[in-house]
């Protein structure tokens, strides 16, 4: 059975625009943000509060927060890796944050300069402290389903480290398709894997990259296994700095198209959405890769 009502986690602002080579002035990330809330979105993960060396993109975390015109009922979720970003979130008074990390080891040291157990022993305190400030904690779990330079991942491993995760205290799992190449057998089979641990189903997130195509088959899969919390980036944008071969997010108008031909609500206007993608392409200099996008312009 499928579920009536879906939450989609927007992350344009962040995991879009982090990979894109325009860097966007922060009055128009403003913007991007207000119109992502207008559409209807209740979760917009804004900015990442990481070393601006690594990702130039989010250098602007704090000045783009202060202009955030901040909703009552939704939710800015921003990415911490550590104490040092835990600690400039709070002082902003951000009130959701997300600990990002990686069942292969390559991709950890690659993106995170640790190794897994190192990352997991930088986010316990992260996460210990969030919560006791009441803030909401995901954790996101990178090469869920492949991965470029270890290839196949085994489930016993995906189990281990979103185990381990969860009892760090995380409120919520993002199981991240990262280079975008599952498909909807191993997507069931991670799931399974995981709901049958006792994760419940309610507090896991499916993020999967467009790469191949794959990611609405996967997202329908994910919905019959009762998951109803869905990333997903505005036009598709996005990738990540530390994989290269990542492309896009599935793209939220493709979402909303999928979920409402189901007859799935999202409380988001699609119409809206296909606007803000073609303004934000136009700024960015490039189309938008979204199917639903190019089909509904104009
Ligand atoms: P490091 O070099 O090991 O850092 O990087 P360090 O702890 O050794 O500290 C070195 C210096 O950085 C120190 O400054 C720290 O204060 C400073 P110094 O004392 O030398 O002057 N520093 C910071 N400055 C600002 N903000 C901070 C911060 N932390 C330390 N938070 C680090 C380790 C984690 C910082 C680095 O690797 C990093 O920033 N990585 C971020 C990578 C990233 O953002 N990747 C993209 C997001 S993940 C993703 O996209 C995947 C996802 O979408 C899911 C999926 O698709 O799979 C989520
Ligand atoms: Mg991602």
């Given amino acids: 059975r499928l579920p009536s009502r879906v939450t989609i986690y927007e992350v344009g602002p962040r995991d879009g625009l982090q990979n894109e080579s325009t860097v966007l002035p922060v009055t128009i990330k403003a913007e991007f943000v207000a119109r992502l809330v207008d ?3 209740t979760v917009v993960e804004a900015t990442s509060f990481v070393h601006p060396k690594w990702v130039p993109q989010m250098a602007d975390a704090e000045e783009l927060w202060r202009m955030i015109d901040l909703t009552p009922g939704v939710r800015y979720p921003v990415l911490v890796p550590n104490s040092r970003g835990l ?5 902003l008074g951000v009130r959701d944050v997300a600990v990002f990390g990686s069942v292969t080891e390559t991709f950890s040291r690659r993106n995170l300069n640790r190794t897994v157990d190192e990352s997991l022993e930088m986010f316990a305190p992260v996460v210990a402290d969030a919560r006791e400030g009441g803030l ?7 090469m869920c389903f492949g991965d470029p330079w270890e290839g196949e991942v085994p489930v016993s491993r995906v189990l281990e480290v979103a185990t381990r995760m969860w009892r760090l205290g995380c409120t919520e799992l993002s199981l991240g398709d990262t280079i975008g190449v599952a498909t909807p057998g191993r997507v069931s089979a991670v ?6 641990s006792g994760i419940p189903v309610g507090s896991i997130a499916v993020h999967f990259h467009d790469t191949y195509g794959q990611a609405l088959a996967n997202t329908l899969t994910a919905l019959h296994k009762g998951v109803t919390t869905i990333d997903a980036s505005a036009g598709g944008l996005g990738g990540c700095p530390y994989a290269g071969s990542a492309t896009g997010n599935l793209a939220t108008e493709d979402l909303l198209w999928h979920l409402h031909g189901l007859g ?8 809206k959405m296909v606007d803000t993608s073609v303004w934000l392409a136009h700024h960015l200099g490039r189309s938008s890769p979204s199917r639903t996008v190019t089909a509904l312009a104009g």
């Fill in 191 to 196: 799931l399974d894997a995981l709901i049958t």
């Fill in 136 to 142: 909401g904690v995901r954790g996101y779990l990178s």
């Fill in 87 to 91: 600690r400039r979130a709070l002082d």
């Fill in 39 to 41: 559409a209807g979105h």
């Fill in 264 to 271: 799935i609500e999202t409380g988001i206007d699609l119409r």
